[in-house]
């Protein structure tokens, strides 16, 4: 059974940083485009970022640009989120997805992404 857990999330400071995991199973990742999403509460699902399928081309919004690195590691089926110099607007409930068909235009639409992990937690103090 195909799955993806996501991992890393906690409490922070303003300021500091987190790295989120992305751990698939029963899949091959590298063989999927992978997008990061987040949630927070009273609002909609969020465009993060995303690192296409056939290349290591990587996407971001322009909220996080800068701040936020994407990555993969085939070897370890895993993607990655560094997310430095965290706000409290970055406050979320932070998701991964991924899908086999999918082309770059469709990164950042959730739509388009088949497997989806559980979430986890990023809460950033002030």
């Known amino acids: 059974q195909a799955q993806l857990v996501e991992s890393g999330g906690g409490l922070v400071q303003a300021g500091g940083s987190l790295r989120l995991s992305c751990v698939a199973s029963?899949?091959?990742?590298?063989?999927?485009?992978v997008g990061w999403f987040r949630q927070a509460p009273g609002k909609e699902r969020e465009f993060v970022s995303a690192?296409?399928?056939?290349?290591?081309?990587?996407y971001y919004a322009d909220s996080v640009k800068g701040r936020f690195t994407t990555s993969r590691d085939n070897a370890k089926n895993t993607v990655y989120l560094q997310m430095n110099s965290l706000q409290p607007e970055d406050t979320a409930l932070y998701y991964c997805?991924?899908?086999?068909?999918?082309?770059?235009?469709?990164?950042?639409?959730?739509?388009?992404?088949?497997?989806w992990g559980q979430g986890t937690q990023v809460t950033v103090s002030s």
């Open positions: 997805a991924s899908s086999e068909r999918i082309i770059t235009s469709s990164l950042s639409r959730p739509e388009s992404y088949y497997y």
């Open positions: 029963g899949l091959t990742i590298s063989r999927h485009g």
């Open positions: 690192v296409a399928r056939s290349s290591f081309s990587t």
